[in-house]
């Protein structure tokens, strides 16, 4: 099982940028494929961007492709979620999870972190 502890969140204006970054410990961590979703209040949790073990595979959601960039640095064991030009509407909790592959982590992940807030202002 790997633990997962998110950081970054924050207050930020519209167009403003914010950096998540997500430290993981136990598990192999190369091997897993790494995912960020998010919950905004009333709704459901959702995919925003996921990398494969390697890092040289990601996908994203259509509300955040062009702004949001997904990383990792195997070496530290960390992944990363770049985002700018924020908009009112990326307001959510950020979770980051762990899987065995892209496929697996994009829908039933087996590991999660606890999340952080991210506000986004008009």
């Known amino acids: 099982q790997v633990q997962l502890v998110e950081s970054g969140g924050g207050s930020v204006q519209a167009g403003g940028s914010l950096r998540l970054s997500c430290a993981t410990s136990g598990g192999t961590f190369s091997r897993d494929a790494m995912c960020w979703f998010r919950q905004a209040p009333g709704k459901e949790r959702e995919f925003v961007a996921t990398?494969?073990?390697?890092?040289?595979?990601?996908y994203y959601a259509n509300s955040v492709k062009g702004r949001f960039t997904i990383s990792r640095d195997n070496g530290k064991k960390m992944v990363y979620l770049q985002m700018n030009s924020l908009k009112p509407e990326d307001t959510a909790v950020y979770y980051c999870a762990a899987g065995s592959t892209i496929a697996i982590v994009r829908s039933t992940p087996r590991d999660w972190g606890q999340g952080t807030q991210v506000t986004v202002s008009s």
């Open positions: 990398v494969s073990g390697g890092g040289t595979v990601t």
